[in-house]
């Protein structure tokens, strides 16, 4: 019998459906790196979230181990080269809280255009302002998705109501235009976009891939949004453009000072530049939860 270790803790669908098919299930969320190693050996199977980083000293110990399962979409905390390279293959799920992720990235953008997080704190001291915060429609507007994978992709989708023009750029994709969004080149992307939404995955090419140049690219003052990974985006960078107004306002669900695992920031001595994102007015923050509801938790475990 097949053998699988969770190391990470997950929706108990996913234990029923793996024991429904015969399959041994070691179910141990609290296990750590350090012992993680000294059992690995003896399993087929490995089910993980974000907690550890599987690299080349854990699976060189993995001899029995057929596959990884990241309950999630990003596969940046996976030496994936190397697993493949030894017969293990690498599965995630990003089909699972994509629906989420584009729920919440609208979320952003509409409490951005419309002033509702100063809005709300406003009235909640007793501040009426009504011109203060007069508000900017999507409907006219061109949003730039970047990378039109499956978050990318539902993104566009949940936009489809709302009469924006909707470009996406997809470094490794070509001609997936569809009823949704249109393709498009960077340097279009560039020169049209009044608001960007980021949908790429953490990888050595996307590594602070939005700085300073990049940034100074758009023609228009835009408004970013990040639902991807905080270090696709330099935070010091970003922080110089919404000062010169470049970026007229930002939504951020994941930031560059995130650990490893998304659970907490590294919070010993966080610059000053995470501290004017969070008194910045036109900045929203959320803790790497745009892909996280009841149901995507659910999902995620079945596929």
């Not at 024991?19 to 969320?29: L, N, T, V």
């Not at 960007?196 to 996307?206: A, I, K, N, Q």
């Amino acid at each position: 019998m097949s053998k699988i270790l969770f190391v990470d803790s997950t929706h108990p669908r996913l234990l029923e459906l793996l024991q429904a098919k015969g399959f041994d299930c070691d179910y141990r969320p609290g296990i750590e790196a350090e012992s993680i190693v000294d059992v690995i050996d003896q399993y087929d199977g490995l089910i993980i979230r974000s907690k550890i980083t599987l690299d080349a000293n854990i699976l060189s110990q993995a001899t029995r181990l057929k596959c990884i399962g990241r309950v999630g979409a990003g596969l940046e905390n996976i030496d994936v080269e190397y697993a493949e390279s030894h017969g293990i293959a690498c599965l995630n799920a990003p089909e699972g809280n994509r629906s989420a992720v584009g729920e919440h990235a609208i979320g952003m953008l509409l409490m951005l255009l419309n002033n509702l997080n100063r809005a709300n704190a406003e009235v909640k001291q007793g501040v009426w302002k009504r011109e203060e915060n007069r508000g900017v429609e999507i409907e006219g507007k061109t949003i730039g998705i970047i990378g039109y994978g499956n978050m990318g992709g539902a993104f566009a989708r949940k936009l489809s109501g709302f009469g924006a023009q909707v470009i996406a750029y997809d470094k490794y994709k070509t001609s997936f235009s569809d009823s949704y969004a249109t393709e498009c080149s960077l340097e279009q992307l560039w020169n049209d976009a009044d608001i960007v939404s980021l949908h790429v995955p953490l990888t050595d090419e996307t590594r602070f891939m939005v700085d300073d140049r990049f940034l100074a690219s758009f023609r228009k003052n835009i408004v970013l949004l990040n639902t991807a990974r905080g270090k696709v985006v330099r935070t010091a960078d970003l922080v110089t453009h919404l000062r010169n107004a470049n970026v007229v306002a930002a939504g951020l669900d994941v930031l560059e000072y995130e650990k490893t695992s998304f659970e907490e920031l590294h919070r010993d001595g966080l610059p000053t530049d995470f501290k004017f994102l969070v008194q910045a007015e036109n900045v929203i923050l959320s803790p790497h939860v745009a892909g996280w509801t009841h149901e995507s938790n659910r999902k995620l475990a079945e596929v």
